[in-house]
């Protein structure tokens, strides 16, 4: 018996090893052949809704079949113009299959892929260890690269002003320890701007969100008292501020901010048009390297440049406060939280054909510069592609 | 030849007495060949399961549950390591170190081993999925080490998840596979049916070897046969002491699992069991996204080990004894308190309160959840190492007590058929 045994593990040694090549080539070749189809046009069309409650779209499949299933779609708040923009295009490219959409939470997102409640979860964070290891055959795929705006309502400020601010103030102004707006932490950033003793009204999100995973984030890694009192996550333990406000989703912080003088708040860079409507400002951010800069597409490009190459396969990473100098530093990858199991292979070969569309040609400067997003770097793409090429049935 | 030997004084036979004779002795001196030859076969074959057990399987066994372990605590370990600082010191990164290597080893071990094709699967992810870990944990600390502790906390993540997800499934498919080989082998020395058809074969050989004798009493008027009369008494000798031998074996190997590498198997599940519920709180403390919580795993995983009758401690403490069930004991109650802290964790996790569960989860003080799992993996260890004497103890006696019956076997159905041919010879030489 025992030399039974150590002959069979003679005979099969090193086999693991190719077994794994092998799988892992035929997953990358897929994944090509899924994003030249996608780029030749021949990838399914998707509709998407243009509100919270729903739309329709219809598509064509990666095959050439016309569709007739429906895909649904919600979460992230801060990703849902890009999808709406996405899925007006679609529909009027590839009419036949219907795709609902819905803008909640990052939160609600990750829990309805989660759960099969919807067919595409999307995140502004990606999913957590706890997630994949509960629900492992989730997989978090990037779509675009977005960023957090910081914004608010200073009256007196001249027009154009942007207020310079960085981790420890924030952190100070969200812990309660910097409370008006001429606190000389704040005006020792700002010389000459037109601070007056106003007091700071502080909001963040009520619900489960990603947006507040990479506000929280950047506060953790900029304070270290912020980091050792609340840490960061999609939901954070607020310290009881006076004044301090919550607000469910992106525009819902927007709108409070722009009917309450001295408010603060974050909100995804898709809503900074309603911002700047609303009349707010937009701060400059310190980056890592002490520079203060604003979420321009080439400032967003400069801090994914030195990620791009170090993302791993599943594609969760942070990239928060990274090392470009000219950097804007809360910057991150819009996720697609999707099963690789879908209930039959039709509704797979949809995902699939949608989700090849959007990093492809939904990726393409008039669907990004709308809402100030960036495209995904090639070599994350095509980790993408391969991701992608995992949805199954 | 059977009518003639059960009925020769009722004049059935149809040869004549030379005829009859040389019938007679080939036929016991195949028979004894016979007995040989099968008692030796089922000799060998119960010696060298029961040696198989103690010099591989068991020792194989060892070893997986050691690589699950190895596994588990090198990703507590860095993960707690990086959480507490972004410059670790240099403590918990030998331990990991050490653990890697622990593992590979093992891995190496249980490679050369070999098994079945779901145990070559399961070992074939653990090979190449290893590296893959590792270079994860690498990338981290260099994420840390350039002063990027959240790039570096989300390749810790993407470590764990092939922790989770890759390495310790598979490690614990390999443990339940070399465990099986155990209880496989276990099986196979202390098995029934070869021992009995192996003493059938003797009565019917002695049974054989007395009428012939017998048969001869009366055909030559000689009382005793002597070259028989030996054979007879060899065949005694050699069929009660592989009885007996196999008897001892059998009590000595029952004694060794069922006190020695039953309780062993059930402290190392109990084992990964503790180490899961470690991993998972370690786990909720780095997720921040999403809302996974593994409170629900804890509790259920946690009555799974016990304290309580039907636990896997409870099972263990009864199965055990000596200085291994003193030490389950003590696990016992340690357990409990460990619950208690580790409870408080989720507690905190569930109100956001991060800050607090991570010092909870990584926090080394006394009473804090990271000594409470020391101790209790400690006391868990003890135990299963004074299971594992138990069992190598008994199971080499047992061992012992086979070793020789191969040769005893052998040699007395080699003595035997000359005791025959000797007995045979001289009644034969008189009727030439």
Known sequence: MVAGRRHRVWLTRGWPTRAWQTGTALRIGLAALIGLAAAGGTAAAVLTSGNAAAATATT???????????????????????????????????????????????????????????????????????????????????????????????PGLSAGTHLKLNGPVLAGIFNGSITMWNNPAITSLNPGANLQAIRIVPVHRSDSSGDTFLFTSYLAMTDPTWNNAIGYGTTAAWPKVPGM???????????????????????????????????????????????????????????????????????TISMIDGPSAAGYPLVNYEYAVVSTRQPDARRASDIRAFLSWAITKGNAPSYLNAVGFAALPPSVATLSAEQIAEIGS | MTTM??????????????????????????????????????????SSAAHAALTVDEPLSLDASQMYQSIADADVTITTAFL????????????????????????????????????????????????TYTSYVAEAESQYSLGFPLTGGSFMQVASEEAHLTLLPAAKTVFQQENDAVSSASGEATGLPTEIIALLLAIITGYILVRSQRWLTRRTNRIINPGLLAATVLLVISAVWLAA?????????????????????????????????????????????????????????????????????????????????????????????????????????????YAAERTAVIGTGSGSSAAGYTALESSITKGIDADQSVFQSAAASGSDALSPLLAVVIVAALLMALGCIWGFRHRLAEYR
Request: aromatic share 6%; glycine share 12%.
């Open chain 2, 5 to 46: 030997l059960l009925s020769p004084a009722r004049g059935r036979l149809r040869s004549s007495t030379p005829v009859a004779m040389r019938s007679l002795l080939v036929s016991l001196v195949l028979l004894s060949l016979a007995w040989g030859a099968f008692g030796g076969w089922v000799a060998s074959e119960h």
């Open chain 1, 245 to 315: 406000a919550a607000q469910k989703g992106n525009a819902a912080v927007v709108s409070y901010c722009g009917t309450t003088a001295g408010c603060i708040g974050y909100a995804g860079i898709s809503y900074l048009s309603q911002a700047q409507r609303e009349g707010l400002g937009e701060a400059m951010l310190a980056n890592g390297a002490d520079r203060y800069t604003l979420p321009t597409a080439s400032a967003i490009e400069a801090s994914i440049s030195t990620f791009a190459s170090i993302t791993p396969p599943n594609e």
């Open chain 2, 84 to 131: 507490a600082s972004s410059q670790p010191t240099l403590t918990p990164l030998q331990q990991y170190q050490h653990d890697i290597a622990t593992a590979s080893a093992d891995i190496a071990q249980l490679r050369a081993a070999g098994g079945n094709a779901t145990f070559d699967t399961a070992l074939g992810k653990l090979i190449s999925g290893l590296p």
């Open chain 2, 245 to 353: 031998g196999f008897l001892t074996a059998r009590q000595d190997l029952d004694h060794g699992i069922g006190q020695g590498s039953g309780p062993a198997e059930t402290l190392a599940q109990a084992s990964i069991d503790v180490q899961q519920i470690r991993g998972d709180a370690v786990l909720n403390v780095i997720s921040r996204s999403g809302d996974a919580s593994f409170q629900q795993d804890f509790t259920a995983t946690s009555k799974l080990v016990g304290p309580g009758a039907s636990s896997l401690l409870g099972s263990a403490a009864g199965a055990s004894s000596g200085s291994g069930h003193t030490a389950v004991v003590t696990a016992e109650q340690q357990a409990g308190s460990w619950y208690t802290t580790n409870a408080q964790t989720y507690t905190l996790g569930n109100a956001a309160n």
């Open chain 1, 60 to 154: 064509a499949t990666a095959s050439g079949a016309e569709p007739a299933g429906t895909i649904s779609e919600t979460g992230s708040s801060l990703l849902y113009p890009l999808i709406h923009a996405w899925g007006t295009a679609y529909q009027a490219q590839h009419p036949g299959e219907t795709v609902n959409t819905k803008s909640t939470s990052s939160g609600v997102g990750i829990s309805d892929a989660s759960a099969g409640t919807a067919d595409i979860g999307a995140s502004d964070a990606y999913l957590s260890s706890g997630d994949l290891v509960k629900n492992p055959t989730l997989l978090n795929i990037p779509l675009a690269v977005s960023a957090q705006t910081i914004i608010y309502n200073v």
